[in-house]
């Protein structure tokens, strides 16, 4: 029998007219960056990485993004003397190569399709596609991720998803007497934590409690309790740089995403290493089994403590497939492994915090008491909105 041909992705006119359409609006936005794809060329890249994220290379799942950009418009970047077909096969052998979440396989047109013609890290606003995992594609331009496509359907995400990310994490945050600079700036550095969490690879939780408040070490056993204070300098010195940019803009989401060191993150690329080694310091006590407890000023309290159970607990709660999607009532029972329901429980006591678990294998989920439905809400695949 003749080999079987892979079956093409199928992503609707329609839809692929509203990616470019929302393309079109965010370039708009920024005074210099790349030429946009055309639809063949985006329909193509979409289908590349979608084909070679299924594939594993030495028994490790492939992890890379391509960049809809020419090597003119990059910063110092490694040419290929001759441009690659964008095929599966040279992603899935190239893949391998490149810095995670930094290194991009540069795309441009060519006479028969988009070519690669090699890899870049520092590089203009420009479409992105990322394999995020199996059968998991994101689109993406600027800060901004655009659309989602889990096979076989491709999801285009709202204008401003990077703003409700923070804003969703932000809304729940125990600081209800900070100014909303703060807040945003806040939920930045924990995103950067929980980045940390996921990529040591065990997974973990975060609970951020208020600062002066002890009524949440009831919900849990004493675990390594510490004194820390890197973390909330850094924090500190962000937060002066945000209040810094706000003079120079009218929006306060604009001036904390303006800060070097966030707006590198956000954008995929390596933020200052001095800030880094301090968040990797902290996140990696996330991997002593129980939980990583800090307050609102990132100050950490304790690691390795584990969350109690509670005697009265409510049996449901709200749950968001992803950030987008509407709350549907779940029952706890429901909600997967111990680490999940832990966090959900300290949630129920302890209205004043947030718990963010990271799983082994990668997704987020934010637990937060929502204070206008009375009940906590998981929102899940919180890191579809910033990977």
């Given at each position: 029998?003749?080999?079987?041909?892979?079956?093409?992705?199928?992503?609707?006119?329609?839809?692929?007219?509203?990616?470019?359409?929302?393309?079109?609006?965010?370039?708009?936005?920024?005074?210099?960056?790349?030429?946009?794809?055309?639809?063949?060329?985006?329909?193509?890249?979409?289908?590349?990485?979608?084909?070679?994220?299924?594939?594993?290379?030495?028994?490790?799942?492939?992890?890379?993004?391509?960049?809809?950009?020419?090597?003119?418009?990059?910063?110092?970047?490694?040419?290929?003397?001759?441009?690659?077909?964008?095929?599966?096969?040279?992603?899935?052998?190239?893949?391998?190569?490149?810095?995670?979440?930094?290194?991009?396989?540069?795309?441009?047109?060519?006479?028969?399709?988009?070519?690669?013609?090699?890899?870049?890290?520092?590089?203009?606003?420009?479409?992105?596609?990322?394999?995020?995992?199996?059968?998991?594609?994101?689109?993406?331009?600027?800060?901004?991720?655009?659309?989602?496509?889990?096979?076989?359907?491709?999801?285009?995400?709202?204008?401003?998803?990077?703003?409700?990310?923070?804003?969703?994490?932000?809304?729940?945050?125990?600081?209800?007497?900070?100014?909303?600079?703060?807040?945003?700036?806040?939920?930045?550095?924990?995103?950067?934590?929980?980045?940390?969490?996921?990529?040591?690879?065990?997974?973990?939780?975060?609970?951020?409690?208020?600062?002066?408040?002890?009524?949440?070490?009831?919900?849990?056993?004493?675990?390594?309790?510490?004194?820390?204070?890197?973390?909330?300098?850094?924090?500190?010195?962000?937060?002066?740089?945000?209040?810094?940019?706000?003079?120079?803009?009218?929006?306060?989401?604009?001036?904390?995403?303006?800060?070097?060191?966030?707006?590198?993150?956000?954008?995929?690329?390596?933020?200052?290493?001095?800030?880094?080694?301090?968040?990797?310091?902290?996140?990696?006590?996330?991997?002593?089994?129980?939980?990583?407890?800090?307050?609102?000023?990132?100050?950490?309290?304790?690691?390795?403590?584990?969350?109690?159970?509670?005697?009265?607990?409510?049996?449901?709660?709200?749950?968001?497939?992803?950030?987008?999607?509407?709350?549907?009532?779940?029952?706890?029972?429901?909600?997967?492994?111990?680490?999940?329901?832990?966090?959900?429980?300290?949630?129920?006591?302890?209205?004043?915090?947030?718990?963010?678990?990271?799983?082994?294998?990668?997704?987020?989920?934010?637990?937060?008491?929502?204070?206008?439905?009375?009940?906590?809400?998981?929102?899940r695949h919180v890191e579809r909105l910033i990977d």
């Open positions: 029998m003749p080999p079987q041909r892979k079956k093409a992705v199928r992503i609707g006119p329609s839809t692929l007219n509203g990616v470019l359409n929302r393309l079109r609006a965010l370039k708009s936005s920024y005074p210099s960056s790349a030429e946009l794809p055309t639809a063949s060329d985006l329909r193509t890249m979409v289908d590349a990485v979608l084909w070679a994220g299924l594939r594993k290379e030495e028994g490790r799942q492939l992890s890379f993004a391509l960049a809809y950009a020419k090597p003119g418009d990059c910063d110092d970047p490694v040419e290929f003397h001759q441009a690659l077909d964008l095929r599966t096969e040279t992603l899935a052998h190239l893949a391998s190569g490149l810095v995670r979440k930094r290194s991009r396989l540069g795309v441009s047109p060519g006479p028969h399709g988009p070519h690669v013609w090699g890899i870049t890290q520092k590089l203009p606003p420009c479409v992105k596609v990322r394999a995020l995992s199996p059968g998991l594609v994101a689109i993406k331009y600027g800060l901004e991720n655009v659309a989602v496509l889990e096979s076989p359907d491709l999801h285009l995400l709202k204008s401003g998803n990077l703003r409700t990310c923070l804003r969703l994490m932000s809304e729940g945050l125990p600081t209800a007497d900070a100014a909303d600079l703060e807040r945003y700036v806040l939920a930045a550095i924990l995103l950067m934590l929980v980045e940390v969490v996921r990529r040591h690879g065990n997974g973990g939780t975060v609970l951020v409690v208020p600062r002066g408040q002890n009524k949440w070490r009831r919900s849990v056993e004493r675990g390594y309790r510490v004194r820390y204070r890197g973390l909330k300098k850094k924090f500190e010195g962000l937060q002066a740089d945000a209040a810094e940019q706000l003079k120079k803009r009218h929006s306060v989401f604009k001036a904390a995403i303006a800060v070097n060191d966030i707006e590198r993150f956000l954008s995929g690329e390596r933020v200052n290493d001095d800030l880094w080694h301090v968040l990797e310091t902290v996140g990696q006590l996330s991997a002593v089994d129980g939980a990583l407890v800090a307050n609102n000023k990132l100050e950490i309290l304790d690691f390795g403590a584990r969350i109690k159970d509670p005697k009265h607990l409510g049996v449901a709660y709200l749950e968001r497939r992803d950030p987008f999607a509407q709350p549907t009532r779940r029952r706890i029972k429901d909600l997967g492994g111990t680490r999940h329901r832990s966090a959900l429980r300290f949630v129920q006591e302890n209205r004043e915090t947030v718990a963010l678990v990271a799983s082994h294998d990668g997704p987020l989920t934010l637990f937060a008491f929502d204070r206008r439905k009375h009940e906590v809400v998981a929102i």
